[in-house]
């Protein structure tokens, strides 16, 4: 069992940068994939970014050049670095663990955060 505890968002103005953290409670050495997903207010879950063990990762096309994940498995944790941030990309974001990565998407496994509120002002 992986508990997910997601922090590092906030309030920050459209341009800025913000750092989210994703930490399991147990070892990710044995966690193949991670992701992030996020989720504005009347909208679907979506995928954001993945990351395998091997470092490959897939992002969206909205974010695609703006956000970077990573993993450090020292840690046992996963980041998303987000630059030039847009009001559009104001949601909740989920850090999920354990899912299955294919070539070009990342399919989330029962293993959600709380998720953490990223607000983007114009």
């Known amino acids: 069992q992986v508990q997910l505890v997601e922090s590092g968002g906030g309030l920050v103005q459209a341009g800025g940068s913000l750092r989210l953290s994703c930490a399991a409670s147990g070892s990710i050495r044995h966690i193949n994939a991670m992701g992030w997903f996020r989720q504005a207010p009347g909208k679907q879950r979506v995928l954001v970014a993945a990351v395998n063990s091997g470092g490959s990762t897939i992002y969206a096309d909205s974010v695609k050049g703006r956000f970077t994940i990573s993993r450090d498995d020292a840690k046992n944790t996963v980041y998303l670095q987000m630059n030039s941030l847009k009001p559009e990309d104001t949601a909740v974001y989920y850090c999920?663990?354990?899912?299955?990565?294919?070539?070009?998407?990342?399919?989330?496994?029962?293993?959600w955060g709380q998720g953490t509120q990223v607000t983007v002002s114009s």
């Open positions: 999920n663990a354990g899912g299955r990565y294919s070539d070009d998407y990342y399919y989330p496994h029962a293993y």
